[in-house]
């Protein structure tokens, strides 16, 4: 990661959109595959852990980019560490990598890299009213998330078969964890470039860097982010018809009672 520059007076005003590095799609170890919501959960646990610190950093530093218009030296570090290790291990968990993600900020080494820039000056307004601006891009976000997640288990299944990702779920799949880590970047206060590019980038818009950087995307691998968005919307429409229908009384106890754990079971 870029290292902020708090004392250097910032001359580009190009937005500088959070990028994501990630390999090409390789070889993966078939039972690490197979086991990999396992071998994870103890990264989930720290990643718990980790959230509740920096939520606090997160409000002590947006009063602090209220004053300052900056986000905080100290929450700026915190928060740009934590994002590249979340991302780190959603990229595991999104099959994207093979390697196991280790437990610290700083990865070098590791395949799957962001670049921020928290030292860049902030709209106050704009701090002010980070959630409520946030508000479309977690719609967005949370339609991506959902649509992965429901097939989520075709997508598990055929890399588990082929050992490794195919080259269309791969850039889709990238897509979303790239727009995750923007929409993250943004609500933290770590950039103030609002998230975009779910459909990746235009080709030739920078130099090649790394597989996801720029992200151009197929024709295939749109579709397929189109078809998780229509399935996320598909998804909430239907929880909230659901929910409807319990509140008015359509559905009785006895059957609520029966279908909860079916329920549960399909949300995990």
């Known amino acids: 990661m870029e290292q902020p520059k708090w004392d250097v007076p910032v001359v580009d005003r190009t937005e500088f959109l959070p990028a994501l590095d990630v390999p090409p799609p390789g070889p993966q170890n078939r039972l690490t595959v197979l086991l990999r919501l396992l071998l994870l959960v103890p990264q989930f646990v720290v990643l718990w852990l980790l959230s509740i610190v920096s939520f606090v950093v997160v409000v002590i530093g947006w009063f602090g980019a ?8 100290f929450a700026a570090d915190w928060l740009s560490g934590y994002l590249a290790y979340d991302t780190r291990v959603y990229a595991s968990m999104l099959l994207m990598v093979d390697r196991y993600p280790p437990f610290r900020f700083d990865a070098p080494d590791h395949p ?19 959630l409520l601006l946030a508000i479309p891009a977690a719609i967005v976000q949370g339609l991506l998330q ?4 429901a ?15 195919p080259q269309t779920l791969f850039e889709a799949t990238a897509a979303v964890l ?19 590019g779910v459909f990746g980038d235009p080709a030739g818009s920078e130099p090649q860097r790394s ?16 078809i998780y968005l229509v399935l996320g919307l598909a998804g909430s429409g239907a929880g909230s018809t659901s929910s409807q229908w319990s509140d008015d009384g359509y559905v009785g106890d006895d059957t609520v009672s029966t279908l909860a754990p079916l329920t549960g079971a399909a949300g995990g």
Do not use: H
């Open 66 to 73: 209220l004053l300052t218009a900056r986000l905080p030296r």
């Open 112 to 130: 799957v890299r962001i670049e921020v820039r928290p030292g860049e000056p902030l709209n106050r307004l704009a701090v002010f009213f980070r």
């Open 146 to 149: 959902t649509g992965w997640w």
């Open 151 to 165: 097939i989520s288990f075709i997508s598990w299944l055929i890399v588990l078969i082929l050992g490794r990702m």
């Open 178 to 196: 790239r727009y995750r880590m923007r929409f993250q970047a943004y609500v933290t206060m770590l950039t103030s470039a609002y998230p975009k």
């Open 211 to 226: 597989a996801t950087r720029p992200l151009v995307l197929g024709g295939p691998a749109k579709a397929l982010l189109v």
